[in-house]
């Protein structure tokens, strides 16, 4: 391809760029320089040398400004709800991820944590990586909107979020680590909410979250999660299943083997 080209695919970019717009197709991309397939691909390997773009999926491209060339790539969420929509994925950014825009940002995550109905491989782009959790009955976990400099991206509510660290454990470094964040997500938690929150997922979820949340200091937001387990447990659960609990103690308020020490860095 000639410079002239080039030259066309660098203006492409920045028409782009100056309608909002930090994300295309490589259809979009062909149509737009007029060229053959060979010849688009050709353009765009060039860009993504050069630093301009990078493709965080197959025939999805991001244009990268010069504020996060270091990064090789437009942090998380300012793209995954553009490749989400692509795909037509319902989606969700949870876990320690969600946790963040709640203002639990005790230990920032090493990855953007993205919650979908059916299994994914993560995905990376430039220094950015994505992994993907399944999350059964998606479209019924309570969500919320906030804004980034491209767009919105969708993040569990406080109470969901707090849900779902009890649901995946070893997704955010384990019970201590869940214990940790839900003590910082505590003045953001509506103790009816909670509740709502927890009808998404098995019960003994809300049976850990109410013992954790105690242990973390925030036992006043767990009463009427209190009565949710009294009413819907109908068996003892166990705090961590994948450990013994044949000497575990009994925690009756929340119908609980506790069968791991657990301690929330306060």
């Not at 259809?27 to 737009?32: E, L, R, V």
């Not at 995905?123 to 999350?135: E, K, N, P, T």
């Not at 309570?142 to 660290?165: C, H, K």
């Not at 003892?236 to 609990?245: R, S, W």
Request: glycine share 6%.
């Amino acid at each position: 391809m000639n410079s002239e080209n080039r030259l066309h695919a660098r203006d492409y970019l920045a028409r782009l760029a100056a309608s909002g717009r930090y994300h295309f197709g490589s259809a979009d991309a062909q149509k737009a320089l007029g060229v053959s397939p060979a010849a688009a691909k050709l353009a765009l390997h060039r860009l993504a040398k050069q630093g301009l773009i990078a493709s965080p999926a197959r025939g999805f491209y991001i244009i990268v400004p010069p504020e996060y060339r270091s990064l090789g790539s437009l942090p998380a969420d300012q793209f995954i709800p553009a490749l989400m929509q692509r795909l037509g994925l319902a989606y969700y950014a949870g876990l320690l991820s969600a946790a963040q825009y709640h203002g639990a940002a005790h230990h920032r995550p090493q990855e953007f944590q993205v919650m979908l109905a059916k299994s994914r491989r993560a995905l990376i782009s430039g220094a950015v990586r994505v992994a993907f959790i399944v999350r059964k009955d998606i479209s019924a976990i309570p969500v919320q909107s906030f804004n980034t400099p491209r767009g919105t991206v969708l993040v569990s509510t406080p109470e969901a979020t707090a849900v779902d660290l009890v649901g995946y454990p070893r997704h955010i470094g384990g019970l201590d680590q869940a214990a940790t964040v839900l003590g910082e997500l505590a003045e953001s938690l509506d103790a009816e909410k909670l509740v709502a929150a927890a009808q998404t997922a098995p019960v003994p979820w809300a049976q850990r979250l109410g013992y954790l949340l105690v242990k973390a200091g925030a036992g006043d937001r767990a009463e009427p999660l209190k009565s949710y387990v009294r009413q819907h447990a109908r068996q003892t659960a166990v705090l961590l299943p994948t450990a013994p609990h044949n000497d575990a103690i009994r925690d009756d308020d929340w119908k609980l083997l506790v069968n791991a020490e657990v301690e929330p860095e306060l």
